[in-house]
């Protein structure tokens, strides 16, 4: 018997009659289509409360249900990434308090639409064009998240699950623009809660001592340490208490205030008072991440007693170099194999949602950044191009990005074969410097278009000479080889031949956004006159 042959009928039944509850909730819910205020803003009329699931939502999706209880299974996994919640509580207070003011003096569609106001122009087109590499990079996680237990449940090679999660993400941004996103968000937001409370409990509720037993189990082998305050700059110290209070924060910064996945959420809200709750009442997204660390214990102490065997255990040792570690695969796998027909398909559906939530989110976000390279689309109105047909380009670039992101999904997929949850964030250093740093001289209200050009592909490269994701992705596909890339200093080599990397990219989130301010407001223009400073107006 193959693993997929634990997918009942039932099963299949519970996923599609999800997948299609949510589509026709999406489809009532999006409202007029008129204009392209209606599409990407929702018309500025949804309730703070449904913006703040929608956060949560796309903050937790696949990659935390599936990610965290991977990290935490493999053999020195505990609850130190908790601590990373610290950081992300001070950002969201920050950008409530100072970064939704000022997105709310006049009605704009994202943050880049504020940069263009403050820099020009030109700083909106640099910071759009990182905001699409920087989507592509960490969404395509995303995707592979949602295909790993794809490929648990049928037969399909894991390229087609990539595919088909890929299309879904591109119906999906079809049906509805942000209202169908924020509502179906909410959905998956609730079915992640659930699904978790009931995995912990089933999990727990089958062990022979309960409770008592997973405590003590997972206690002693230290899995629930809290707090690590070592301080270094080595890839193995990514989840500790320094870590969480100063290199987090950036990335949540960025992640919330200025990229424009999440920040799109908070422009659809009434006001700029609605606004802040959303972004602030969202750090109760958190519990949830508890919940999935508690599963994670829980599953170590479980395979602990009951070792995998069969087919279950093939599948764990299987070296397909383009499936996600074995770590991540344990969760997908238990639910499929262990939990009852009917509430696995439940859960399962709630994770093929809720990726492809997240996925139709950065792809109306792409279609809308893209879209105002080309008109001004804060004006409102377009002369000589109509509202409806602004709203088809619109769709017509869903399916452009959708596609790329896909595509980038399986090339990434044959070249990188990390841990979810570090991969996640990897492949956001790349770009969360240089668009926060642009976003910190729009609020200064100074910088150079040259200066920030250069300070950001400075960043870039920075980033990149010590990341492994997207270095994996360039050996795989030009002919550099690991041996050659190991003679930076910021590299080595394992016993196994294997590039790793000597610091860790989560100081990257600080370091690249200090490069780019620097470059940004130390260079001057090439032209006079060009750098613009705007500090009297504030």
Known sequence: MKIFEYFTVLDWVV??????????????????????????????????????????????????????????????????????AIGSIIARIIIGIFFVRVYYEREIYSPYDYMSNRLGSRVKKLA??????????????????????????????????????????????????????????????????????????????????????????????????????????ENELKFTFWVAIIAVPFLNLNAFGVDQLNAQRMFCCRDAKAARKAIIYSSFGQLITIVMLMVGAALWVHYQLTPPAGEVAAFFDDTDPSLPGRADRYFPTWIVTELPPGLSGLILAGVFAAAISSLDSVLAALSQTTLSLFFRTEDGEIEGVSARKLVVLSRTLVVMWGLLLTGFTWVMSKASNEMILPLAFGMTSYTVGPMLGMFFCALLGKGSFRGLMIGSVVAFLVSLCVGTDLMGVLIKLTPLTAEMVSALPTYTLSAEGNLQSVVSFVWMWPVATLITVAFGTLIPSGKAGETVNLGAER
Request: aromatic fraction near 16%; glycine fraction near 14%; charged fraction near 10%.
């Open 15 to 84: 996923v599609f009659g999800y997948l299609g509850l949510t589509t026709l909730v999406g489809h009532l819910m999006r409202g007029k289509q008129a204009s392209i205020r209606d599409f990407f803003l929702g018309g500025r009329t949804l309730p703070w409360w449904a913006v703040c699931g929608s956060i949560i939502a796309t903050e937790i999706s696949g990659v935390t249900f599936i990610g965290v209880p991977g990290t935490l299974f493999a053999l020195d996994g505990n609850f130190t990434y908790l601590q990373w």
């Open 128 to 233: 759009t064009v990182f905001f699409a590499v920087g989507s592509i990079l960490a969404q395509s996680v995303r995707v592979l998240v949602a295909a790993l237990p794809l490929k648990i449940v049928t037969p399909l090679p894991f390229e087609a699950c990539i595919a088909v999660i890929g299309l879904f993400a591109i119906g999906w941004t079809l049906m509805g623009g942000m209202r169908t996103v924020i509502w179906t968000d909410v959905m998956q937001f609730v079915l992640f809660a659930v699904g978790g409370t009931i995995s912990l409990f089933w999990l727990v509720g089958h062990m022979d001592g309960g409770w008592a037993q997973f405590m003590q189990a997972a206690g002693e082998a230290g899995k629930f340490q809290t707090f690590d305050f070592r301080f270094g700059f």
